[in-house]
């Protein structure tokens, strides 16, 4: 059984960067496509971005092309996030589920999550 935790929220001023981990513990973490999730004050969880088992294929929302990189390695899942703007406000969970880009983007329910970094970003 697979357990998350995320690290690397802050503060940011806007234009600035962040670097979020999700450090995954559990053999069988290595065959799970991962993802990152975020839910604003007031707003639903939203899809960030997700990247399979393997490391070799990933997908990301409109909003994190250009700006967001998703990577892996055995151990951890990381969220390379940079030109942040105050909309990029949230809690950013990290989330473990089936074996590919579209197990995380098209699931109804998500086998694991973590419990979330805080990300504020300042005007």
């Known amino acids: 059984q697979a357990q998350l935790v995320e690290s690397g929220g802050g503060l940011v001023q806007a234009g600035g960067s962040l670097t979020l981990s999700c450090a995954a513990s559990?053999?069988?973490?290595?065959?799970?496509?991962m993802g990152w999730f975020r839910q604003a004050p007031g707003k639903e969880r939203e899809f960030v971005a997700a990247?399979?088992?393997?490391?070799?294929s990933t997908y990301y929302s409109d909003f994190a092309k250009g700006r967001f990189t998703i990577s892996r390695d055995s151990t951890k899942s990381t969220l390379q996030m940079n030109s942040l703007n105050p909309g990029d406000t949230a809690v950013y969970y990290c989330?473990?589920?089936?074996?590919?880009?579209?197990?995380?983007?098209?699931?109804?329910?998500?086998?694991?999550w973590g419990r979330g970094t805080q990300v504020t970003v300042s005007s």
């Open positions: 559990g053999p069988a973490f290595r065959r799970y496509a």
């Open positions: 989330s473990a589920h089936g074996s590919s880009t579209t197990d995380i983007v098209g699931a109804a329910h998500l086998d694991y």
């Open positions: 990247i399979n088992w393997s490391g070799t």
